[in-house]
């Protein structure tokens, strides 16, 4: 759910986060929950490509409810686990659990919107997985719709509230591992790259010794967050988990989504796409996003931040005309707004433009819609993640004779980057040419294979 926000004449657009889940089968990888065991597993393969053996975290989910025994002082931000049904705990097939959903909207748990769309996500999901042709797809399926049917119903009963700047829920439930355990089995990694991985390499390095990196992007998906960290987990997972997303509030509001946005680090806003839904609301939601932007400084002050930005406010779509997708534009006050915060953070600051391809994982509605709880179409497919070397404003606008003007040859400067690495990331994937479809600046590669071969 992509959303954006305003504060004063400027406008930040967001990358939110994505829905996931998982829960205990002993074939599955990525297992998340209250009391965690690690375990190592086997290598596994992607479609003909193998992934570095990963640590695990096993859980049985008896002690997802035992966990409720020993919430301390601490933890009392976190949904509570007392008196919460089993009904998808207790889940062990398809039946269990659309008898479930029937089950907790008679009881008047799940309100009716809700419970349908919880049902039409289970078939979308389902449908997608089976299609991978992975093995024990369809325990991956009940696996993992279980726990997430769980966490919703958790959030429906005590809904949970996000601060301005939401940190990553990873104890005593880890819900960052939770969403990643929901959509990796959707991603074709043997059809999968990343640009220029040294890169990525290069931007941690500079985050370990203080600096600020903003990465400023297209955005294709709810699953944008999850791709990013699972396609780099096996060169920089450090990425990953310290990513910072500025979150519109439509994915921490709409309860099919908010379970998921609770594993990542957000940076939370009023969407400018929905500022005027409501005309009584408009001036909360300013205020509101005030404080978020001061969040951000406050962040950017202390260094070594990782911000995740989509100029664009919202998710990328096709040309109705041709069906073919492409970055949509940069809004230049979005981008001038993150340059002037990091200018004037007081702590070195890099911008990189960067490229995201993953659009069939989970593809948007064809346009914007107002209404909260859109339809969540889910596939399995290969994707793609790029970045640039930083692109420096001042050599940009060296030449430019006023500050719009150069606002306006910054952002496009950085839209180039962006949309050229689309291209390369389509060559490969959609046109399947794989790495040979590698450019003089995208180097194309698949770090989980080569992870294995060091």
């Not at 696996?143 to 005590?158: I, K, P, T, Y």
């Not at 997972?237 to 594993?263: H, Q, W």
């Not at 534009?329 to 993953?358: K, Q």
């Amino acid at each position: 759910m992509t959303l954006a926000f305003s504060s004063s004449a400027a406008t930040v657009a967001v990358a939110s986060a994505t829905v996931t889940s998982s829960a205990r089968i002993p074939t599955l990888r990525g297992f998340v929950s209250f009391r965690l065991t690690a375990k190592k597993l086997p290598l596994r393969s992607h479609g003909g490509g193998g992934v570095r053996a990963m640590s695990e975290l096993v859980q049985d989910k008896e002690s997802v409810v035992a966990a409720s025994t020993s919430f301390s002082d601490a933890e009392e931000t976190t949904p509570s686990e007392l008196n919460h049904s089993r009904t998808f705990l207790d889940a062990r097939t398809e039946q269990d659990l659309i008898a479930g959903i029937r089950k907790e909207k008679e009881a008047g748990t799940l309100p009716p919107n809700v419970a349908s769309g919880m049902e039409e996500l289970y078939w979308n999901y389902k449908n997608a997985v089976l299609s991978s042709g992975a093995s024990a797809a369809d325990e991956t399926v009940i696996s993992n719709m279980s726990l997430a049917f769980d966490r919703m119903l958790l959030g429906v009963e005590h809904p949970y509230t996000f601060n301005p700047y939401h940190k990553a829920i990873r104890e005593p439930f880890d819900y960052f591992h939770f969403v990643h355990t929901y959509i990796r089995p959707l991603i074709d990694f043997k059809n999968s790259y990343v640009g220029n991985a040294s890169i990525f390499s290069e931007l941690e390095d500079k985050i370990r010794q203080g600096h600020n990196i903003v990465l400023i992007s297209n955005h294709q998906s709810e699953a944008d967050p999850a791709v990013i960290s699972l396609l780099l987990e096996a060169q920089c997972p450090y990425i990953g988990e310290n990513i910072k997303c500025v979150a519109g509030d439509r994915v921490i509001t709409d309860p099919l989504c908010k379970p998921f946005s609770m594993g990542r680090n957000l940076i939370c806003v009023y969407s400018k796409n929905h500022m005027n839904d409501d005309p009584e609301l408009v001036d909360m939601k300013r205020k509101a996003n005030t404080r978020s932007l001061k969040e951000m400084a406050t962040l950017l002050r202390s260094g070594s931040q990782l911000i995740w930005i989509a100029p664009s406010g919202g998710r990328d779509r096709s040309n109705p005309s041709t069906g073919e997708w492409f970055p949509a534009p940069f809004d230049p006050s979005s981008v001038d707004n993150m340059r002037r915060l990091v200018e004037h953070s007081g702590t070195p600051g890099h911008i990189y433009p960067m490229s995201l391809l993953c659009y069939d994982i989970m593809p948007p509605p064809p346009k914007v819609e107002k209404e909260i709880g859109e339809r969540r179409l889910v596939g399995f497919h290969g994707t793609g993640l790029s970045v640039a070397p930083e692109i420096s404003f001042s050599d940009v606008t060296s030449d430019c004779n006023n500050p719009n003007e150069a606002k306006e040859a910054y952002s496009q400067a950085l839209y180039k980057s962006v949309n050229e690495q689309y291209k390369t990331l389509n060559f490969a994937i959609k046109h399947r040419r794989g790495i040979e479809a590698s450019t003089s600046t995208v180097s194309l590669s698949q770090p989980w294979n080569e992870s294995l071969s060091v």
